[in-house]
């Protein structure tokens, strides 16, 4: 099985920075994307942004130039500066690979990580 733990969501104020962090474990071997994607109540789960096993980045338009995701073999982390209220959600990272005995190309979803921002 593949598991993904995230870490460092929390409150924080308005103008503030948070550092999310997502581990991917278990019977993954081959990672093809990573990427996080965020779920605010009442709105549709949105991509926040990924980054290929290339190197190459995406961002959603709302957090250029303040978010920067980032990887480390199996880890992937969103550095997130100059929040705004709008940014509160759960963010969820999401891993494109395969497992172990296995060439299909899957998504998976860990199990979220609350960022709330205060004025």
């Known amino acids: 099985q593949v598991q993904l733990v995230e870490s460092g969501g929390g409150l924080v104020q308005a103008g503030g920075s948070l550092r999310l962090s997502c581990i991917a474990s278990g019977t993954i071997w081959s990672i093809n994307s990573m990427g996080w994607y965020r779920q605010a109540p009442g709105n549709e789960r949105e991509l926040v942004g990924d980054?290929?096993?290339?190197?190459s980045t995406s961002y959603a338009d709302s957090v250029k130039g303040r978010f920067a995701i980032s990887r480390d073999k199996n880890t992937v982390y969103l550095q997130m500066n100059n929040l705004n209220p709008e940014d509160t959600a759960v963010y969820c990272c999401k891993v494109v690979g395969r497992s172990v005995g296995s060439i299909r190309l899957r998504d998976y979803w860990g199990q979220g990580t609350q960022v709330t921002v205060s004025t």
């Open positions: 980054i290929t096993s290339g190197g």
